[in-house]
């Protein structure tokens, strides 16, 4: 009887070998491809702007008539901000009026910027950036709510109008304007509606949206948008300084809730990097991490 038998139940050798695990492939879409899947319709966009814009202006007519109550609002703000030794909105009106050119350059950029740059930054952001523009429109809309309910309930004439600030209004005076010269008459435009300053608000936005949405070793440059209508603001004695407070307060508020998606397709400068030959893995990179 041989005793090297070798045993009947011997493993073959293709199940005792370990297996090696392929590895995942990144997606083989393209990046127009899954740019499309973010990106909302655009028909519809196009209608829920244009609808909130149209909800937001029909709102802030809905304050108009409340002149003496702005008044009374007008000269608690001024209090208030005397109180908190904030500094006065007259040494930066002093700045501009030291050049007719300057002051009419305040004025056409108080008057022509705010509406254009916000839209642009919009436009940008769905074509290249559609994530960060489901995110950008959602914080727009929750900062506009807000500070329409701001404007119904607490009504502020700005402090051009206020006699004791001893301020001009440049926008009379040197031009151009978008307000009439009878605020309680203006059909365009709702005069009592200065708390908060939209026009710094969405300015601040749209910094500090061009900021997660790039990675540009310049893109906190875009915080010079906000510095400047910030200056120009209050140097045209259109908005006191609490106006610009108020409002940066309400879009911390909107940024603390409403959060950037983690991980996108698309983010800035195209991510979706394969490292290493072997276990080709996709690494994507977290949307506005280290940018």
Do not use: C
């Not at 040494?91 to 008057?111: E, F, K, M, P, R």
């Not at 022509?112 to 919009?122: D, E, G, M, R």
């Not at 109008?161 to 203006?186: F, H, K």
């Not at 991980?263 to 490292?275: E, F, I, K, Q, S």
């Amino acid at each position: 009887m041989d005793s090297q038998t070798e045993p009947a139940d011997q493993e073959p050798d293709a199940v005792r070998r370990p297996r090696r695990e392929t590895p995942a492939r990144p997606s083989s879409a393209p990046p127009a491809s899954r740019d499309t899947l973010a990106r909302p319709p655009l028909v519809r966009e196009l209608l829920l702007v244009v609808g909130l814009f149209v909800v937001y202006k029909a709102g802030r007519q809905l304050a108009t008539g409340h002149t003496a109550e702005a008044f009374r609002n007008a000269h608690r703000v001024w209090d208030w901000e005397r109180a908190a030794h904030l500094p006065g909105e007259g040494a930066v009106q002093s700045a501009l009026l030291h050049s007719d050119t300057l002051v009419h350059i305040a004025n056409t950029y108080y008057a022509t910027v705010h509406f254009p740059a916000t839209a642009a930054f919009l436009i940008w952001l769905y074509l290249r950036r559609p994530a960060h523009y489901v995110w950008a429109r959602r914080i727009l809309a929750a900062v506009t709510a807000a500070a329409l309910v701001l404007h119904l309930t607490f009504p502020l004439a700005p402090p051009r109008m206020l006699a004791m600030t001893g301020l001009v209004d440049t926008g009379q005076v040197y031009g151009p304007t978008v307000y009439g010269a009878r605020p309680a008459t203006d059909s365009m435009a709702n005069q009592f509606a200065a708390m908060p300053s939209l026009h710094f608000g969405w300015a601040l936005m749209v910094a500090i949206g061009l900021i997660a949405a790039t990675r540009s070793r310049w893109r906190r440059l875009w915080l010079l948008h906000p510095l400047l209508t910030l200056l120009v603001i209050v140097g045209t004695a259109n908005h006191y300084w609490l106006d610009a407070i108020v409002a940066g307060a309400l879009l911390g508020i909107a940024l603390a809730v409403i959060h950037l998606p983690h991980r996108t397709a698309t983010t800035a400068g195209r991510t979706g990097r394969l490292v290493g030959a072997e276990g080709a893995e996709s690494v994507p990179e977290l949307v506005g991490a280290g940018r």
